[in-house]
């Protein structure tokens, strides 16, 4: 009976981002029964979100602050999920968490609403060793630093929770694509920290369903290996070239537990390898 009454309270959702992840979640959201607002930032993509059934917004939040109908966004919902990410790739200035706080600023008048921030074991630095979700974070990279800094302003909201995303595969995407091929990569005996998309949305759904806030969860999968035998034999089962590693030593070894969501609310990953024959 808790799931049922908690669907009913978060019935409107909005995504802040769209993008792989967040349109999954949108598709999973729907079935259930609930609105789904979600933003893009791109013209030609508000058509695709619409033939999806969800409510289509253009947003886009910039050092310089939010261009869009953010109001109109963020009116009446239950659940705000962000799912945009840093977007230093493409852009080396832009400070994530600046983004942040712009966003924080916008939902003064939505006290109510319960907020999702979907964030990144990157927070993490890169030898950290064991790390869990109890464990401070030490960021060797300035989008480590921007990540930590946008937490622990999330985490001034009381209705908040962060989930921290393992490298994500699924559908069409696999790190091994990028990998294939390349020479001398570093830290061979480094384990892996991926998750499987189909596990990252079962994992939030959840998290909504138990009605999990005000904490900090980790979504990776409980499989960890070494990178240079899982690449290697990736590659082969997909006939890519081989990578080849380093034979420098490496003090890369952060290894990112999941400790919360089985004993909270009976969570178990399906593809737990990760492999590429599961995408």
Same mark, same amino acid.
């Given at each position: 009976?808790?799931?049922? #009454?908690?669907?009913?309270?978060?019935?409107?959702?909005?995504?802040?981002?769209? @993008?792989?992840? @967040?349109?999954?979640?949108?598709?999973?959201? =729907?079935? /259930?029964?609930?609105?789904?607002?979600?933003?893009?930032?791109? /013209?030609?993509?508000?058509?695709?979100?619409?033939?999806?059934?969800?409510?289509?917004?253009?947003?886009?939040?910039?050092?310089?602050?939010?261009?869009?109908?953010?109001?109109?966004?963020?009116? #009446?919902? #239950?659940?705000?999920?962000?799912?945009?990410?840093?977007?230093?790739?493409?852009?080396?200035?832009?400070? *994530?968490?600046?983004?942040?706080?712009?966003? &924080?600023?916008?939902?003064? +008048?939505?006290?109510?609403?319960?907020?999702?921030?979907?964030?990144? &074991? !990157?927070?993490?630095?890169?030898?950290? !060793?064991?790390?869990?979700?109890?464990?401070?974070?030490?960021?060797?990279?300035?989008? !480590?630093?921007?990540?930590?800094?946008?937490?622990?302003?999330? /985490?001034?909201?009381?209705?908040?929770?962060?989930?921290?995303?393992?490298? =994500?595969?699924?559908?069409? +995407?696999?790190?091994?694509?990028?990998?294939?091929?390349?020479?001398?990569?570093?830290?061979?005996?480094?384990?892996?920290?991926?998750?499987? /998309?189909?596990?990252?949305?079962?994992?939030?759904?959840?998290?909504?369903?138990?009605?999990?806030?005000?904490? &900090?969860?980790?979504?990776?999968?409980?499989?960890?290996?070494? +990178?240079?035998?899982? *690449?290697?034999?990736?590659?082969?089962?997909?006939?890519?070239?081989?990578?080849?590693?380093?034979?420098?030593?490496?003090?890369?070894?952060?290894?990112?537990?999941?400790?919360?969501?089985?004993?909270?609310? !009976?969570?178990? *990953?399906?593809?737990?390898?990760?492999?590429?024959?599961?995408?």
């Amino acid at each position: 009976m808790r799931k049922k #009454d908690t669907f009913i309270d978060m019935k409107n959702v909005a995504i802040l981002g769209c @993008g792989w992840v @967040g349109k999954a979640l949108a598709t999973t959201l =729907l079935t /259930q029964g609930c609105n789904v607002r979600g933003s893009t930032t791109c /013209q030609q993509n508000l058509s695709v979100l619409r033939n999806m059934g969800i409510e289509p917004f253009l947003i886009t939040i910039e050092n310089e602050g939010i261009q869009g109908e953010i109001r109109a966004f963020l009116n #009446d919902i #239950d659940v705000l999920v962000i799912a945009f990410p840093p977007g230093r790739r493409v852009n080396p200035n832009a400070d *994530y968490a600046l983004r942040i706080t712009h966003l &924080i600023a916008s939902m003064k +008048r939505h006290a109510s609403c319960n907020v999702l921030l979907l964030s990144s &074991i !990157g927070v993490f630095g890169a030898s950290q !060793g064991e790390v869990n979700e109890g464990t401070v974070p030490v960021p060797e990279t300035a989008v !480590g630093a921007q990540l930590l800094q946008a937490e622990k302003a999330i /985490q001034a909201i009381a209705n908040s929770t962060i989930v921290r995303l393992g490298g =994500l595969v699924g559908p069409n +995407r696999h790190p091994v694509k990028q990998l294939a091929g390349k020479t001398e990569l570093p830290a061979p005996k480094a384990p892996t920290n991926l998750v499987h /998309q189909h596990d990252v949305i079962h994992f939030l759904m959840a998290l909504f369903r138990e009605a999990h806030w005000g904490k &900090i969860f980790h979504c990776v999968s409980p499989k960890h290996h070494e +990178r240079d035998a899982f *690449y290697s034999e990736e590659c082969r089962i997909k006939n890519l070239p081989l990578p080849t590693f380093s034979v420098a030593s490496s003090n890369r070894n952060k290894k990112v537990l999941d400790t919360l969501s089985a004993p909270l609310f !009976g969570f178990k *990953y399906q593809f737990v390898n990760c492999s590429i024959r599961e995408c």
